[in-house]
């Protein structure tokens, strides 16, 4: 089973950082992908920023410039500079998992537990 451990968040003021980890136990299944979501009050989940096991990054468009993930094997960072009032949320890490067995091949992911990031003014 996959299992996810997120930690980093916490309350800070506008214009400070604040850095995310997520460590992902695969037991012996690979995470193709990692990254990390968010949701404020009121509005649906969205992506802020992803990285594959090729290094490949994606970033939503509001945090670019901002944030920046990096990848050492299974554990994911994210660096969030300049923060932003608007950037409250609670992150959620994901993974996309590839479990490859001699009958086939199956993906899926997983989610974390969240946790609260909150910038005040």
């Known amino acids: 089973q996959v299992q996810l451990a997120e930690s980093g968040g916490g309350l800070v003021q506008a214009g400070g950082s604040l850095i995310l980890s997520c460590a992902g136990s695969?037991?012996?299944?690979?995470?193709?992908?990692l990254g990390w979501h968010r949701q404020a009050p009121g509005k649906p989940r969205e992506l802020v920023a992803s990285i594959t096991v090729g290094d490949i990054v994606d970033y939503g468009d509001s945090v670019k410039g901002r944030f920046t993930i990096t990848r050492h094997q299974d554990t994911v960072y994210l660096q969030m500079n300049n923060l932003k009032p608007e950037d409250t949320a609670v992150y959620y890490c994901?993974?996309?998992?590839?479990?490859?067995?001699?009958?086939?091949?199956?993906?899926?992911?997983?989610w974390g537990q969240g946790t609260q990031v909150t910038v005040s003014t």
């Open positions: 695969g037991n012996g299944k690979m995470l193709t992908r």
């Open positions: 994901r993974t996309d998992v590839r479990h490859a067995d001699p009958w086939g091949t199956c993906d899926y992911d997983v």
